[in-house]
Every structure is written in C-alpha cells, then in structure tokens.
C-alpha cells in the first residue's frame, strides 16, 4: 500500500501482550515471518521491543530474512509526546530493536506525561497521570521530521490523533505524516477519518482490528489499577459469521479482509500459530457488494471505541489535546 513516504505491508503482526512472556512472543514471531507477515507492529510503552530485536537478529544472521524485507513500526511512548525527548526516545527504541532505523515511527498519543522509573508513565497513588500541560504538535513533529534527516526512522506518522491534530500537524510539516494509526474495526469504522487521511495521502493502520478481546486482560498487565469494561464481540457477530460460511472463512478472516477492502492495514495481534496462519491467510477471497453493505451497516460508532484511554491514562479527558469526541 502507498503512503506519503513509501510502502507499507497491507497486513501487519500485533505485538501489544501485557505482561511480556519472552519466550512465547519469541514463538510468535518466528510463526508469522515463517507465515509470510513482513511488518511488525511494537511500541517502548508495550516492552515487546527487545524480544522483537533478539528475534529479528536470529533470523537476519539465519540468512533466511533481510532487513530490507521486513517493516518495523514502533512509536514514541505518552512519556516522550515532548520535543525535548524525542530524540532519547527513537535512540533507546532502536537499541531494544538493534537497528540502525525504523521503517515507521509513530507519535503513540497526542497528550504527554511525566516518566515513571519503570519504563512506564508516572502516576499518583488513585493512578492518574502527571500530565504535560499542553502539547506543542509543531515543535514534536519537527523533531519527528529530525529522525528522517538523521536516517533512525525510513518515515513518520501519528496514532491516536483526532482530524484537527493532524490539520494542525499539516499545516507546519515539511513531511506530511505518512501514516495514522488508530482503533478502527467493523464496529468503529471511522469513515470520516479513513476519508480524510486517504485524501492527504495518509495511510491508515487499524489497531484492534478484531475489536481486542483480551484488552482488560492486557491493560491489567499494564496498570493493575484497570478497572475493567464491556468490549465489542465482533468474532462473535452473526452477521459475520454468515458471511464467513458463505465463503469458507472464519469470523477474524472477515473481519481483517473487511478492512482490507476498505484500503486500510489491519495489524492483528495474536500469540496462537493457527490463529496467526489464519489472520494472514485473507488474500485468496474477496467481499462482495452485498457483503460490504452488510458489514457496514455494523458501525456502532464511539460507544464501540475500546480504546479511549481513560482507564488506563486517568485523567486524560480533562486534557486539552485528548483526542476522543471531538473532530
Ligand atoms: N496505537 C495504539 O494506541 C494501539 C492500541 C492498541 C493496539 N495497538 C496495536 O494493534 C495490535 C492489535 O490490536 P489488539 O492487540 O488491541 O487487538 P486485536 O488484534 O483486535 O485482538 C487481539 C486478540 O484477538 C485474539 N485473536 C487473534 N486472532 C484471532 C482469531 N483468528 N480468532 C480468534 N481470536 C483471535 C487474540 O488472542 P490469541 O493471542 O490467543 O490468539 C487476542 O486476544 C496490538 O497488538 C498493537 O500492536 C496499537
């Protein structure tokens, strides 16, 4: 798939796990490079990147993967959304990776917090975050921009950003942003935005593409204060499910080859080798017209949104910069 500074797979491999087995996520990697998945998904907040650098070498010295063969997003953790750490952050990112560069580095989410000492934002004892006041989008981007002249990232994007952050982002870029990565599944299609990021040139990376089922699991892993939430059950839909058995497929194979069609990447995560084989194995059928309808129909807009960060972030929607429920 095109974007403003080159291609990226059309289907990508998850690796936000929670709490990190190193050997499992290990397991999991050598599935899907050996499936055919050429693009890795990780971030410094989700501590996946060292298994996926350990990983990544064992199969660049095996002579069986070369580095130009694969593409590596990672992204620039709540504790970074500063200009003055940008660079710190990209640095420590790809020493984790041991790589020279990241085919894509992402700003993980337009609001900024103090560090922690564990990798991980701090917080006070009800959990909230210590906040930066008020994010400066220009100055973050140009630091972005800074990482292409300096030959860490092969491109630049935003995740989490709402339509007027990244107008704004625009409006002071040199390099336009090649990629938005956010929640985006048959629940939450997100057709405005999808709109307005492929009209600029923008690809669009669907996080949750399988509307995340483990995500309270996950977010525990994180921060054991989560409070848990209802989540959508896409795999379960029936709608879905008929459209699966019309074509031989399961409920996840629709799901992704959905947004496929839709022109976007989805990035499924899973640590199951059939289930990792079955997320990729979307190429050999095709939606029909009717079909398409039937699954659009399914958006249920925000209330699907798993994703909205405020029991995980607390605190964050009194911010200026969150980026929910506005345009
Ligand atoms: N930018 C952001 O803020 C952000 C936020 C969230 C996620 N992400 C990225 O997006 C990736 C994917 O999103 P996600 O992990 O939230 O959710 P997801 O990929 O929608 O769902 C993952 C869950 O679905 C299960 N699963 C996977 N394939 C399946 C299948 N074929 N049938 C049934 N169950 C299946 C997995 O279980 P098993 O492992 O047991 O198969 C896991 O519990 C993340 O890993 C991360 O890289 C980014």
Known sequence: MESNNGKIPSIGFGTSTGIVNP????????????????????????????????????????????????????KLPVMGTHQDRVDSFIQRSLSNLQLDYVDLYLVHFPVGAKSGSNNLPL??????????????????????????????????????????????????????????????????????????????????????????????????????????????DILGNAVIGRIGEKHGKSAAQVALRFLVQLGVVPIPKSMNPGRIKENFDVFDFELDGEDMERMAELEMGERARVSDFLNIFKGVEHHPDYPFGKL
């Open 123 to 232: 917080r006070d004892e009800q959990g909230h975050l210590f906040l930066e006041p008020k994010t400066d989008h220009a100055a973050i981007w140009k630091k972005m921009e800074a990482q292409l002249d300096a030959g860490r990232a092969r491109s630049i994007g935003l995740s989490n950003y709402n339509i007027s952050q990244i107008q704004t982002v625009l409006k002071s870029a040199r390099s336009a942003p090649s990629c938005l990565q956010v929640e985006l599944h048959a629940y939450l299609q997100q057709r405005e935005l999808v709109h307005f990021c492929h009209q600029n040139g923008i690809t669009v990376v669907a996080f949750s593409p399988l509307g995340a089922p483990d995500h309270n699991k996950r977010m525990k892993g994180y921060f054991a204060q989560y409070e848990e939430r209802p989540l959508p």
């Open 23 to 74: 050997e499992e996520l290990e397991r999991a990697i050598d599935t899907a490079i050996a499936v055919g998945y050429r693009h890795i998904d990780t971030a410094f907040i989700y501590g996946t990147e060292k298994v996926i650098g350990q990983t990544l070498q064992k199969w660049f010295k095996s002579g069986k993967l070369k580095r130009e063969e694969i593409f590596i997003t990672t």
